[in-house]
């Protein structure tokens, strides 16, 4: 059965800190991994990764795919009270047909 | 720029009633999604389309019909509501083989009575 795991489930920091998000999967098949930040309605992309070792920046957020651990890590420096979300893993399948989702983490940055 | 449009963004139904949820797209998308979001579950995939006339069945089918109208749109029919499927639902678009990211619709809030 395919399946992703993220970790932590949830999360409480202060603005300024730098938090790391985890990212864990066994799937066949795999093609990518996605990050994608969800507020109150529909998530929002963040990034896509296809290969190992290369990380992915934008603005105070980045990520990097590790093929051979099978996980993936999103990194958020500086956070800010706008950063708070749910902060969603995906990894596409099937030749990209399919995606399948972890449960997410809950990051609540307090000011 | 519409991107994936649902609707109803809010219902309510009792159980035993049937409804259909409805989903279109602008992107000219080969591949269409249907999920459910339950708290601490993440999204789970209830239906696909790969391409226009096919459909498959996801992580959690039961209970559930969709059909691929067209190239544009893609329904979920729920034919006699339960209390279990009480949740979030999300339609989404992909270009499709494998091409990148989904595009979620903005979701519709179901409540089953």
């Known amino acids: 059965e395919d399946k992703v795991v993220q970790s932590p489930l949830s999360l409480v920091v202060h603005e300024g800190d730098t938090v790391t998000l985890n990212c864990s999967y066994e799937v066949t098949n795999f093609r990518s991994l996605l990050w994608y930040k969800q507020e109150k309605k529909a998530p929002t992309f963040l990034f896509m990764l296809t290969s190992s070792g290369i990380e992915k920046k934008s603005g105070r957020l980045s990520s990097i795919l590790d093929k051979k651990e099978l996980s993936s890590i999103l990194n958020i420096t500086a956070t800010q009270t706008g950063d708070s979300a749910i902060y969603l893993c995906?990894?596409?399948?099937?030749?990209?047909?399919?995606?399948?989702f972890g449960p997410g983490t809950r990051l609540s940055v307090l000011p | 720029n519409a991107g994936v449009t649902q609707t109803p963004k809010f219902q309510v139904l009792k159980t035993g009633q049937s409804m259909t949820l409805q989903c279109a797209q602008d992107m000219n998308h080969n591949s269409m999604y249907w999920y459910r979001q339950d708290p601490g579950m993440g999204l789970r995939l209830i239906y696909y389309?790969?391409?226009?006339?096919?459909?498959d069945k996801g992580e959690v089918p039961n209970g559930y019909n969709v059909s691929r109208l067209n190239k544009r749109e893609f329904s979920l029919r729920l034919e006699s509501a339960a209390p279990s499927q009480t949740s979030v639902y999300f339609c989404a678009s992909n270009p499709g083989q494998g091409t990148g990211r989904c595009h979620f619709g903005d979701g519709t809030r179901l409540s089953i009575l």
């Open positions: 389309s790969a391409s226009e006339g096919t459909t």
């Open positions: 995906a990894v596409a399948i099937n030749y990209g047909q399919n995606f399948v």
